[in-house]
């Protein structure tokens, strides 16, 4: 079974310019859920989305927003790119949206704002 | 709302030791817990999970973890550190909210593990 896949695997933007990050499911994964990853920060919630639906929704600014396709896959998008928003950007899946759930994570994409 | 604290973001053993990675919870419902493992230029991988059956857990490559509810702690332990186990650390909470939609998954700043020849 192919695992969580996010594209690109690296991204060099510029201020201002905005952004669409992708993650494709393990197959018969419902949930996705991103996470924004900064040295001495950790994870950070964004959001998860549950059957098209966004589930659940961390603290950040509008600039931040997602969606999910029929077939599960999601892409996040940010505009307005800040210097701030460079991170590695993970996207985990898990079958059910149940909190007890093994999440199995993507390799991230790496975002560079320049 | 929950949150989780990993005490140290550095630590080092040497090879052969034992590794002990300090996790602290608040939770206001029985949570659950987990910890993560990430390897360089890779994504996370589940180590181990604590969701209310026994308080002792172990998970894959010779890890444990412990749930001490007096201590609202669960540290992740090994006895005997290899050169394989460096990498970053991850303590997660989720509270059992019995499918509430406020519940998510929270992660801690983690803590990266040295392994010293």
């Known amino acids: 079974k192919a695992g969580v896949t996010q594209t690109p695997r690296y991204l060099i933007k510029t201020r201002g310019q905005q952004v669409t990050l992708s993650c494709s499911p393990i197959s018969g994964h419902r949930s996705v859920s991103w996470y924004q990853q900064t040295p001495g920060q950790g994870l950070q919630f964004l959001f998860e989305?549950?059957?098209?639906?966004?589930?659940n929704k961390g603290n950040f600014p509008g600039r931040f927003s997602g969606r999910q396709f029929s077939n599960s896959r999601s892409e996040m998008n940010v505009s307005t790119l800040e210097l701030g928003d460079s991170a590695l950007y993970l996207c985990?899946?898990?079958?059910?949206?149940?909190?007890?759930?093994?999440?199995?994570f993507g390799s991230g994409t790496q975002l560079s704002v320049l | 709302a929950q949150s989780v604290t990993q005490l140290g973001s550095h630590v080092s053993v040497s090879e052969g030791a034992l590794v002990l990675l300090r996790c602290n919870y608040s939770?206001?419902?029985?949570?659950?817990l987990f910890w993560y493992v990430q390897y360089p230029n890779q994504g996370l991988q589940l180590l181990l999970k604590?969701?209310?059956?026994?308080?002792l857990v172990k998970g894959i490559n010779g890890f444990e973890a412990e749930f001490k509810k007096s201590e609202t702690s669960f540290h992740l332990t090994k006895p005997s550190a290899h050169m394989s186990d460096a990498a970053e650390y991850f303590c997660?909470?989720?509270?059992?909210?019995?499918?509430?939609?406020?519940?998510?998954?929270?992660f801690g700043k983690g803590t990266r593990l040295h392994i010293l020849p």
């Open positions: 604590y969701t209310s059956a026994a308080t």
């Open positions: 985990a899946s898990s079958p059910t949206a149940a909190t007890n759930e093994k999440l199995f």
């Open positions: 997660a909470v989720s509270e059992n909210l019995a499918g509430n939609r406020d519940d998510k998954i929270i």
């Open positions: 939770s206001s419902v029985p949570p659950y």
């Open positions: 989305y549950f059957s098209e639906t966004q589930r």
